[in-house]
Nanobody
Framework: QVQLVESGGGLVQPGGSLRLSCAAS????????MGWYRQAPGKQRELVAA???????NYADSVKGRFTISRDNAKNTVYLQMNSLKPEDTAVYYC?????????????WGQGTQVTVSS
């Protein structure tokens, strides 16, 4: 059974930093692309950052230069380093694992972790 467990969320002041972690189990982690999504109240879930099996990364324009996604395949963990946080970064952050094998898609989500940026 695949599980993704996020941690590291919390309350931080504007300009501060947080590091989110997502620990995966029940899957061959290195075979999956990993992503961080977020959903603010009243808004749709959006992609924040993603990292492929080959460690290529992409970011939403709103977080480029401030957030960094990384993965440690030995620890089955993906990270999101968030710097220079802004109030508009406030959201529930979700970890995602995805893989396509032939025509079958495998898509898993964590339970989410709350990030609140406020003074």
């Amino acid at each position: 059974q695949v599980q993704l467990v996020e941690s590291g969320g919390g309350l931080v002041q504007p300009g501060g930093s947080l590091r989110l972690s997502c620990a995966a189990s029940g899957m061959i982690f290195s075979l999956y692309a990993m992503g961080w999504y977020r959903q603010a109240p009243g808004k749709q879930r959006e992609l924040v950052a993603a990292i492929t099996r080959g460690f290529s990364t992409n970011y939403a324009d709103s977080v480029k230069g401030r957030f960094t996604i990384s993965r440690d395949n030995a620890k089955n963990t993906v990270y999101l380093q968030m710097n220079s946080l802004k109030p508009e970064d406030t959201a529930v952050y979700y970890c995602n694992a995805g893989r396509t094998v032939a025509t079958r898609e495998y898509d898993y989500w964590g339970q989410g972790t709350q990030v609140t940026v406020s003074s």
